[in-house]
């Protein structure tokens, strides 16, 4: 299986600007695919454990990081059957001013991480991320 033309389809939409597919497998995390030039590829085990962990009582009140990056939480369905989405949004700082919104989607065995431009919000990234976190469920992956 070519994960690359997974990535390409995410990136082709005009909201997306980088995209990531993880596998969330416990201790076994890791990248499985990225769009080149991106910095999602740089999301943590620790990151991602974070993302999923069942505990998720904190994550409204400190938020979660990609690749380094802290991120507030908007709305986490990430559990919930039939949304299994999470939008998030950058932190600014001095560095990157620019406060860019996530969809991460999460199936059975992966997560998938969608970065939008600038100036994109959560409901323009949100349905790329959504349709292959549906797709990758009902093939079990």
Not at 25 to 30: I, K, N, T, V
Not at 33 to 52: D, N, R, Y
């Amino acid at each position: 299986m070519s994960w690359e033309s997974y990535i390409s389809s995410l990136t082709k939409s005009e909201w997306v600007d980088d995209a990531v597919i993880i596998g969330h497998a416990a201790g076994q995390e890791s990248v499985w695919a990225s769009a080149p030039g991106g910095w999602l590829s740089q999301v943590t085990p620790k990151e991602v454990q974070a993302i999923i962990a069942s505990d998720r009582s904190s994550l409204f009140a400190n938020g979660v990081s990609l690749a380094g990056r802290k991120c507030t939480v908007l709305r986490d369905a990430l559990n919930v059957d039939g949304q299994n989405t999470m939008d998030v949004k950058m932190k600014t700082s001095e560095k990157e001013p620019d406060p860019f919104s996530f969809t991460i989607g999460k199936s059975q065995k992966a997560l998938i991480i969608a970065k939008g431009i600038k100036d994109a919000h959560g409901g323009k990234i949100n349905p790329p991320v959504f349709d292959m976190a549906a797709y990758l469920r009902k093939m079990n992956m």
